[in-house]
C-alpha cells in the first residue's frame, strides 16, 4: 500500500511539472494581450440561462486552451437557477437573459453588490411548417403576429395574412401555436417584443419568461419547439435563430420598426443592438428596434458576479475571463451563430469589470477604454 | 443412560449459554437497526413534507383552498392556480390505468398459468423486465417523435369516426394531448401492473385452483370465481402501484400533453399535469409567490395521492370485508 501511494505521489509530481511547464508556456505566448498580466491558477463555476450555453462552452474551452491554469465550468440550468445560485453564493457568476431585478438585487445584498454585465446578443426567428411555403417566403407583420399569438387570427388563409402575401399561396389550414412551456429568457424576449408592438398583447397577456398564452402548445426547450413545428402541419412558433439555422427550418420574413422586411440574422441583432446606446440592467430591451436592416425580435443575455471577491486569486481569473469574454472571445459568438457585442456595450462591459475589488484593490488591471 | 444423558448435559448450559448471549447481542443489533431504518423512513417523509409545505407558505396562504378551483395560472399577474393541471393529472391517469389493467390483468393470467405455452413465458418475462427498465425519457422521445405523428394522422382520427359522437372523440386532432400522454402512461405502467400481478396471481394456492377445476368448473370460471378474487387484494396493490407510477410521471408526459393550462372534455385536447408544470417552470420562477404555487402544485400531488391511496384501502377494506360475510 505504502508503495503504491509513492508511486502515486511520484506519478503525480510528474504531471504538475509537466502542467507546469506548459503553463509558463502558454502564458508567455505572444497572444496574450500586451498589458494584461497573465492569471492566476483558479478553477470558476458558473450556472445560468440556457440560451447561451453553446456560446459559453465553446468560449470556455477556448480559454482553457490559452490559459490552461483556469478552468471554467459552466452548467446550463436556468436564468432563474443562475440568479439564486449566485445569491447563494455557490458560484462564482451567474447567467440571466434577464438581468436581476430590483427585489433579486436586494436579495444579494443590494443594487451596488452585484456587477451586471451584457455577455452576447441573440434574435429569434418564427419558424413555421407550410407546405409550399419555402423559407423567407412567409412575410409576417407585428400585426398579424400578434394576430397569430393572440388567437385572433386562426387560419393560415385569413385575409390579414393574405395581404401582406401577395404571391405567395396559403392554404387554408389551422394554425398551431407551438410555445416554450418551460421558463425561459427566449418567452421573455418574444413577449417583450410583442408587449412593445401590441396594446392588446400588453394588456391581455404582458411580458415574461412564462406567461399566460391564449392560445397553442408548449414544448420544452427551443429543440422541442422546433421539432414539434417540423413535425405540424400548419405550425408557427418563435425559436432562437441558433437552432433554425442548425436544423434547417423554414422562417418568416419580419417586418421590423422601419417597415422593410428582414430574415432574422446574426448581422440584423447587430444592427439592432446598434440603436441602443444606453443599455443597463434596468433598461435593456432592444426589441422593435428601428433601422432598415435591425432584426425585431432580439436581445442581450446577462453575467453577473459579485463586486466584492472574497478570494483575490479567484476573483482575478474570473474578471481576467469576462473581461475576455467581452473582447476577444466574442468571435466565439459568432461561430454558434449568435451576434457580437457592439462596441459601445463592450466599453460598458469593461468599466463593469473594473469596478470589481477584492480587499479594496481592483482586480482587472487594463487601461479604461476611451 | 441417565448418567450419559448427564455427562452431555453438563456442558451444555454453559455453551448455551454464552450461544444465547451471542444471539442476544446479535438480536439487539437487529433491533437497533431495523428500529433504525423504520425511523429514518418517518424521518425522510417528515423532512419531505416540511420541505415541501415551508415555501409553499406564501401561495397556500394568498390563495388558501381557492387554489384547487381557479383555473388561471398566470406568472406575469402572479395569479395562479391549480385546477387544470389537477383535471389533467386525474385525466391522464384515468386513461393509463384503462389500457394497463385489461391489458396487464390478461398478460399476468397468461405468465402465471403454468399449463401452456411454457416457451413463451421466459422471453414474454424478459420483455417485460425490460420494459420496466426503458428510462421514461426514452419512451417520452419515442412517444413524441414516433406517437405523436401516429396519434394525429391514424388513431385520433379513427376514434372520432367510430366514438366521434362522444364529447370525449370530439375536435381536431393535433397528435398530442390527453389521450397520447394517457397512452403513453399506460406504456409505462404495464410492466409494474403485469409483474405484481402475476405474482399474486402465482401465489393462489393450486389446492384451490386444482379443487375448482375437480369440482367441473371450467378454466374461465376457475379464473373469474377463484383466482381473481383470492388475489383481489394483491391486484388492488399493483394497480395502486400503478397509479402513483402514472401520477408522478413527469419527462414523458412533458413531452406530449402539449403544455397548455385548460381544462378539455375532449381526449384530443392539450392539457397539463402536475408534475409537468413544475419541471416546466421551476427553473425559472422568481418571486415567492410563484415558486411558492409551484411547490404547492407539490402539496396537491402528495395530497392526491394520499388520498386516491386512502380510497383504494377504503375499497379493499369493504370488499374482504363483504366478502367474508358473505362466507
Redesign the interface.
Known amino acids: 500500500m505504502k508503495r503504491v501511494l509513492a508511486a502515486l505521489s511520484v506519478g503525480a509530481s510528474i504531471l504538475l511539472a509537466a502542467c507546469g511547464g506548459s503553463n509558463t508556456g502558454t502564458g508567455g505566448s505572444p497572444s496574450a494581450t500586451a498589458g494584461t498580466p497573465v492569471p492566476p491558477a483558479a478553477a470558476l463555476q458558473g450556472t445560468g440561462a440556457t440560451f447561451p450555453a453553446p456560446f459559453y462552452d465553446a468560449a470556455r474551452f477556448a480559454y482553457n486552451l490559452k490559459y490552461s491554469q483556469v478552468t471554467v465550468n459552466y452548467n446550463p440550468?436556468?436564468?432563474?437557477?443562475g440568479?439564486s445560485a449566485l445569491t447563494k453564493k455557490v458560484v462564482d457568476f451567474g447567467a440571466s437573459d434577464v438581468p436581476m431585478?430590483a427585489?433579486?438585487l436586494t436579495a444579494a445584498g443590494g443594487a451596488d453588490a452585484v456587477v451586471q454585465i451584457a455577455s452576447t446578443l441573440g434574435t429569434e426567428s418564427l419558424a413555421y411548417n407550410l407546405s409550399g411555403v419555402a423559407s423567407g417566403q412567409l412575410k409576417l407583420t407585428p400585426k398579424t403576429i400578434a394576430g397569430i399569438f393572440l388567437g385572433t387570427i386562426k387560419n393560415w388563409n385569413d385575409p390579414a395574412l393574405a395581404a401582406d402575401n401577395r404571391g405567395v399561396s396559403l392554404p387554408n389550414q389551422?394554425i398551431?401555436v407551438v410555445h416554450r412551456?418551460?421558463?425561459?429568457g427566449t418567452t421573455y424576449i418574444f413577449t417583450d417584443y410583442l408587449s412593445t408592438v401590441s396594446a392588446d398583447w400588453k394588456s391581455k397577456?404582458?411580458?415574461?419568461?412564462?406567461?399566460?398564452?391564449p392560445v397553442?402548445?408548449?414544448?420544452?426547450g427551443n429543440e422541442?419547439v422546433a421539432?414539434?413545428v417540423k413535425?405540424?402541419p400548419g405550425a408557427i412558433g418563435y425559436v432562437e435563430l441558433a437552432y433554425v439555422i442548425q436544423t434547417n427550418m423554414t422562417q418568416a420574413s419580419l417586418q421590423n420598426h422601419d417597415g422593410s422586411f428582414v430574415i432574422p440574422s446574426p448581422e440584423g441583432a447587430t444592427a439592432a443592438a446598434s440603436q441602443f446606446l444606453a443599455i443597463n440592467p434596468t433598461q435593456f430591451s432592444i426589441v422593435d428596434a428601428p433601422g432598415k436592416t435591425s432584426a425585431p425580435i432580439s436581445g442581450y443575455s446577462w453575467l453577473m458576479l459579485y463586486k466584492d471577491q472574497a478570494d483575490k486569486t479567484k476573483g482575478t481569473a474570473l474578471v481576467d475571463y469576462l473581461d475576455w469574454l467581452v473582447t476577444d472571445g466574442q468571435q466565439y459568438a459568432v461561430n454558434v451563430h449568435y451576434s457580437k457585442l457592439p462596441a459601445n456595450i463592450v466599453k460598458d462591459d469593461i468599466i463593469s469589470l473594473k469596478t470589481v475589488t477584492s480587499g479594496g484593490s481592483t482586480l482587472l488591471n487594463v487601461p479604461a477604454p476611451s | 443412560m441417565s448418567r450419559g444423558t448427564a455427562e452431555r448435559v453438563v456442558p451444555t448450559p454453559l455453551v448455551a449459554a454464552s450461544r444465547q448471549r451471542r444471539l442476544v447481542s446479535g438480536d439487539r443489533l437487529f433491533r437497533v437497526i431495523a428500529y433504525g431504518a423504520a425511523g429514518l423512513i418517518i424521518l425522510i417523509a417528515a423532512i419531505f413534507v416540511i420541505a415541501l409545505v415551508v415555501p409553499a407558505l406564501p401561495a397556500i396562504t394568498k390563495f388558501g383552498l381557492g387554489f384547487f378551483t381557479s383555473r388561471v395560472w398566470d406568472p406575469v399577474r402572479n395569479q395562479f392556480g391549480a385546477l387544470a393541471p389537477i383535471y389533467g393529472t386525474l385525466v391522464t391517469s384515468a386513461i393509463a390505468l384503462v389500457i394497463a389493467f385489461p391489458i396487464g390483468l390478461g398478460a399476468a393470467l397468461f405468465l402465471a398459468d403454468d399449463a401452456r405455452l411454457q416457451l413463451l413465458r421466459g422471453p414474454l418475462s424478459f420483455l417485460i423486465e425490460l420494459l420496466a427498465g426503458i428510462p421514461s425519457v426514452v419512451i417520452g422521445l419515442w412517444a413524441f417523435f414516433t406517437l405523436t405523428p401516429l396519434m394525429r394522422d391514424k388513431v385520433d382520427p379513427f376514434l372520432s369516426h367510430i366514438l366521434g359522437f362522444l364529447p370525449l372523440f370530439k375536435g381536431t386532432a393535433s397528435g398530442y394531448g390527453f389521450l397520447t400522454a394517457g397512452l403513453v402512461l399506460g406504456i409505462m405502467v404495464l410492466p409494474i401492473m403485469i409483474a405484481l400481478s402475476r405474482d399474486v396471481i402465482r401465489a393462489v394456492p393450486r389446492e384451490l385452483r386444482e379443487a375448482s377445476l375437480a369440482l367441473g368448473a371450467t378454466n374461465a370460471e376457475t379464473t373469474w370465481s377463484v383466482i381473481l378474487p383470492y388475489a383481489r387484494v394483491g391486484i388492488t396493490g399493483a394497480v395502486l402501484l400503478s397509479l402513483g407510477r402514472a401520477l408522478g410521471e413527469t419527462i414523458a408526459v412533458t413531452m406530449v400533453i402539449g403544455n397548455t393550462m385548460q381544462i378539455s372534455a375532449s381526449l384530443f385536447a392539450t392539457g397539463y399535469t402536475l408534475p409537468s408544470v413544475i419541471a416546466n417552470e421551476f427553473t425559472e420562477a422568481n418571486g415567492n409567490l410563484y415558486l411558492g404555487s409551484l411547490f404547492y402544485l407539490g402539496v396537491v400531488l402528495v395530497l392526491i395521492t394520499i388520498v386516491v391511496n386512502v380510497l383504494a384501502r377504503l375499497l379493499i377494506w369493504r370488499f374482504s370485508g363483504s366478502a367474508r360475510a358473505a362466507a
Open positions: 440550468l436556468g436564468s432563474g437557477a440568479i431585478n427585489t433579486e389551422a398551431s412551456s418551460d421558463g425561459s397577456v404582458g411580458k415574461g419568461k412564462s406567461v399566460s398564452w397553442g402548445q408548449g414544448a420544452k422541442a421539432t414539434t413535425q405540424t
